[in-house]
């Protein structure tokens, strides 16, 4: 991980294809406090580019992002 702040909250949207990826986000995101870190697990290919654009359109930051085998992992920032 390229983020060396602690994840505050980690949702898995294993198995779900766009826009649950992004729906799931959104919903985990209200709940938290600015700055906090949210990590997201999926195994939609789309989820990578669906998340920079969700981060440009929400103002929330896109810290890291990785391909882990079947796996990509998306870290966001909480605006």
Same mark, same amino acid.
């Given at each position: 991980m390229a983020t060396e702040q602690p994840i505050d909250k980690e949702i898995d949207t294993r198995g779900l294809n766009c826009p649950l990826p992004?729906?799931? $986000? =959104?919903?985990?995101l209200t709940d938290m406090l600015s700055g906090q870190l949210l990590k997201i697990v999926a195994t939609d290919a789309?989820?990578?580019?669906?998340?920079?654009?969700? $981060? =440009?359109?929400?103002?929330?930051?896109?810290?890291?992002?990785?391909?882990e085998g079947e796996e990509y992992i998306h870290v966001l920032r909480r605006r």
């Open positions: 992004i729906l799931k $986000a =959104k919903k985990a789309g989820s990578v580019r669906d998340f920079q654009a969700f $981060a =440009k359109q929400t103002g929330n930051e896109l810290v890291d992002q990785q391909t």
